[in-house]
């Protein structure tokens, strides 16, 4: 566990782009574990089965937030504030100190990198989170979402090609 921690954290953070929320589904994410531990049945890598637990505590996280937002709405309450994923992107971005001006080529790299993620589709973020932030390989990223390899492998493709076009190379 020590050793994945910090790219389960990282991968919630760019999948809800708000540090409150990727907080709280990774506390909910190693309780899960610390109460069932013979949960993971070494049928594969546990890389592989920890990203799909934290992708699942994820996906019931924005299920809540939805019946919530629903429910607020529904009361004539405006719905809650959202950071939006350029908030993410812009951290992964801006992780050390630079000087003044590798901070602001940084910052605006960053806000381009922001602009052209939020440019794909749901299921090509994720599956380009999975891939480059998380490390996993296309072969887990496809046993995790349930999906057949080739359509993760074009999911990918259409994703790299969108932040070429996007970022001019």
């Not at 920890?50 to 996906?59: D, I, K, P």
């Not at 074009?154 to 070429?164: D, G, H, I, N, P």
Request: proline fraction near 3%; aromatic fraction near 8%.
């Amino acid at each position: 566990m020590e050793r994945h921690k910090g790219a389960v954290y990282g991968y919630l953070l760019r999948l809800t782009a708000r540090r409150d929320a990727a907080e709280d589904i990774f506390q909910e994410v190693f309780l899960k574990l610390v109460h069932n531990p013979g949960a993971y049945g070494e049928r594969e890598k546990f890389k592989a089965w920890l990203f799909t637990v934290a992708r699942n505590a994820a996906m019931d996280h924005f299920r809540r937030e939805s019946s919530r937002r629903a429910v607020a709405c529904s009361e004539g309450d405006a719905a809650p504030d959202e950071d939006g994923s350029a908030r993410a992107a812009l951290d992964a971005v801006a992780a050390s100190e630079p000087g003044p001006a590798e901070a602001l080529e940084n910052k605006l790299l960053g806000e381009k990198l922001a602009r052209a993620l939020e440019k794909l589709s749901e299921d090509q973020r994720e599956v380009f989170y999975l891939r480059h932030y998380s490390g996993l390989s296309f072969r887990e990223i496809a046993g995790m979402l349930g999906l057949p390899i080739g359509t993760v492998l074009a999911r990918m493709s259409r994703a790299a090609a969108l932040l070429r076009k996007e970022l001019g190379k």
